[in-house]
C-alpha cells in the first residue's frame, strides 16, 4: 500500500471546500422536491371547484385556490409591473383592485401581460365598466416577499413598479382587502396570461445539484492525486539523493 502524503496545503483548502459543495448540491435537491410538491399543489387546487371570494381570508393557505369573483375594477388606480418577458418581448403586467360584491372584499387582481416596447408612449388598456362574473386563482409568491417600492412618478397613476404586495397597497387606499394577488382565468377582462408556476422548475434544480456534486467528485479526485503524486516525487527525490552520496 503506497503511502498517501497530499500536504497540508491541499488538505486546508479540501477541509474548506468540499462541505460547502456538497451542502449547496443537498440543497439544490431539497429546492427541486419543494418545486415538485409546489406544482404537484397547483395542479390539485386547480383541478378543483372555484370558491367564493368570502371563505378566501379563513384559509390557513391560499396559494393556487381558484376562485369565483363577481364585481367591478376600480379603474381609477391601476398597477403596472414592469419588467415582464414574454417570447423575447419587453412589457408589463396589468393589476387592478375589484370589489367582490358577494363579500365586500377588496381584491388585487391581475389580468395579463401586456406589451410595452415603446417607453415613450403609455401602455394601453382599457378597464370594463359593468358588473363581472370572472374566475382567478390566488397566487403566493415562493421565497422573498416583494414590497409596494415608492412610485418614481410621484404617485400618479398607473403606478410602474417593479415589484408588488397586496397587503401594502390596501393601507395607502384605505380599503380592506385580501393579502395576496389573484390572477385571473380566461375571460372577457384578462389580457395574456400564460404565468409560469414557477421561475426555476425541479430539472434546473436537480442539473445544479449535479454540477456541484460533479465539483465536489473532482476536487476529492485532485486531492488524492496529490497525495499519491507528491509522494512519488518525494520517493523519486530521495533515490536520486541517496545515488549521489553512493
Not at 389580468?111 to 403566493?140: C, E, N
Not at 418614481?152 to 393579502?179: K, M, V, Y
Request: proline share 8%; aromatic share 12%; with cysteine.
Amino acid at each position: 500500500m503506497k503511502p498517501f502524503r497530499p500536504g497540508w496545503v491541499p488538505t486546508l483548502v479540501v477541509l474548506m471546500l468540499l462541505p460547502g459543495l456538497v451542502a449547496l448540491g443537498c440543497w439544490q435537491l431539497t429546492r427541486a422536491q419543494e418545486k415538485r410538491e409546489l406544482l404537484a399543489s397547483y395542479a390539485e387546487r386547480q383541478a378543483g371547484e372555484a370558491s367564493g371570494a368570502a371563505q378566501l381570508p379563513q384559509l390557513k393557505d391560499p396559494a393556487y385556490r381558484r376562485v369565483h369573483l363577481f364585481g367591478q375594477f376600480d379603474a381609477e388606480h391601476s398597477l403596472l409591473l414592469d419588467n415582464r418577458m414574454r417570447d423575447g418581448q419587453v412589457g408589463v403586467e396589468l393589476l387592478q383592485p375589484f370589489l367582490d360584491q358577494a363579500s365586500g372584499l377588496w381584491l388585487l387582481v391581475n389580468r395579463g401581460w401586456l406589451p410595452w416596447p415603446d417607453r415613450r408612449i403609455p401602455v394601453q388598456f382599457s378597464t370594463p365598466a359593468q358588473t363581472l362574473s370572472l374566475d382567478a386563482w390566488v397566487y403566493v409568491a415562493p421565497g422573498a416577499t416583494f414590497q409596494l417600492h415608492a412610485d418614481p412618478q410621484g404617485g400618479s397613476w398607473p403606478r410602474l413598479l417593479t415589484a408588488i404586495d397586496a397587503s401594502h397597497l390596501w393601507p395607502q387606499l384605505s380599503r380592506e382587502g385580501f393579502a395576496y394577488e389573484l390572477r385571473l382565468e380566461p375571460g372577457p377582462a384578462s389580457y395574456r396570461l400564460d404565468w409560469p408556476v414557477v421561475a426555476m422548475g425541479p430539472e434546473k434544480h436537480l442539473g445544479y445539484a449535479v454540477q456541484w456534486f460533479a465539483l465536489a467528485l473532482a476536487l476529492v479526485l485532485l486531492y488524492l492525486y496529490f497525495g499519491w503524486h507528491n509522494n512519488k516525487e518525494k520517493q523519486h527525490g530521495s533515490r536520486h539523493e541517496s545515488t549521489q552520496h553512493v
